[in-house]
């Protein structure tokens, strides 16, 4: 794949969890695609856990949606700077709902494979976004 190719691969899983629409995922993932996460979260270790952590996520946070803020790629991997956002409406890391407003800062090196995204590593701002929702 060329970089543009792989940069619109990523593009169109964020729109697709931004919109709700998880079914554009398919086809977009390997079966045991592993998202490796900021230490002391749980990452994932298949396509189908994937799409049930992205599910859980809409169920707690109204809105929910990815803003890509940065995207380059160079060989097989695609580095995103970007933020999950929406409004946090049910229980989230033990946390209940507040009714606030989050932004969640990322970012992400994703590597493809055969036209498909084989494994991701993550570091997010979740320590502040922690923070955020606990503030009175």
Known sequence: ?????MKNLIRKCMTGFSTGD???????????????????????SSFAEHVADLRNRHQVLQDAHFEIDEIMAE?????????????????????????KKI??????????RDGKIADSYTVSDMYGMIHELQKA
Request: aromatic share 10%; glycine share 12%; proline share 5%.
């Open 1 to 5: 794949m060329t970089p543009d190719e």
């Open 75 to 99: 060989g097989n991997t695609v580095a995103v700077r970007f933020a999950m956002t929406g409004v946090h409406t049910g229980e989230f890391l033990g946390i209940p709902a507040t009714g």
């Open 22 to 44: 998880l079914s554009a995922l398919e086809g977009c993932f390997h079966d045991d695609y592993t998202r490796h996460v900021t230490p002391g979260l749980k990452g994932v």
């Open 103 to 112: 932004r969640r800062a990322q970012i992400s090196f994703f590597h493809i």
